[in-house]
């Protein structure tokens, strides 16, 4: 069935170092990427997204980059703060024949970043 | 809009007992979302209705879980009866219409089953 692995589960970086979470999906139809930040005892939150057509979004210090080829795509966070320590989400949304569609979710990242 | 709401935020119960999650979607979103968080599972997508209608229940876990969408503006879920499995916290979310856009979550119901 349909799958995202997301890796690492757990990152701890240095506060202004690089962070970059990496996710892969199964299903080659899948055609919108959202990162998700949730913080401790809160919602999770889209960050950024990226769709099919497109190989790479920024936003400040966030981007993603998607190789449809592979499956495979990634959150970079430069210069990070303290307040970007939560856990991150990727997913992948998948239509369905039905004209619906259907979210996959990875396991969540981790992060912490270390004053 | 005041976003997504669910209630109750907490929910502790007995084995057994019938537990009743709530949730008002986002008005004009066509689309609304059960989701399951635990740390061993983390994210799971249990059952998502577009226009008050299910489309997917694939992933609700036993006939024990049951999930209802009256009309646009509130949703259900219910377990009955209860086990202490069930202890989680549930998201529901409620997206716009079209597939390509963000889902926005509620607070969550943190349930804890005793």
């Known amino acids: ?115 | 809009d005041a976003g997504v709401i669910q209630s109750p935020r907490h929910e502790v119960t007995e084995m057994g007992q019938e537990v009743t999650l709530r949730c008002k979607p986002i008005s004009g979103h066509d689309y609304l979302f059960w989701y399951r968080q635990t740390m061993m599972r983390g994210l799971e997508l249990l059952i998502y209705f577009n226009n008050n209608v299910p489309i997917d229940d694939s992933g609700m876990p036993e006939d024990r879980f049951s999930a209802k969408m009256p009309n646009a503006s509130f949703s259900t879920l219910k377990i009955q009866p209860s086990e202490p499995r069930d202890s989680a916290v549930y998201f529901c979310a409620s997206s716009p219409v079209g597939m390509n856009t963000e889902a926005f979550f509620g607070q969550g119901t943190r349930l804890t089953v005793v």
């Open chain 1, 1 to 115: 069935g349909e799958n995202v692995e997301q890796h690492p589960s757990t990152l701890s970086v240095q506060e202004g170092d690089s962070a970059v979470i990496k996710c892969t999906y199964s299903d080659s139809a899948s055609n919108y990427f959202p990162w998700y930040k949730q913080e401790l005892g809160k919602r999770p939150q889209l960050i950024i997204d990226i769709r099919s057509n497109v190989g790479e979004k920024k936003d400040q210090r966030i981007a993603v980059t998607l190789n449809k080829t592979a499956k495979h795509f990634s959150l970079h966070i430069t210069e990070t703060q303290p307040e970007d320590s939560a856990v991150y989400f990727c997913a992948a949304v998948l239509p369905l024949n039905t004209g619906g569609f259907k979210t996959i979710f990875g396991a969540g990242t981790r992060l912490f970043v270390k004053a």
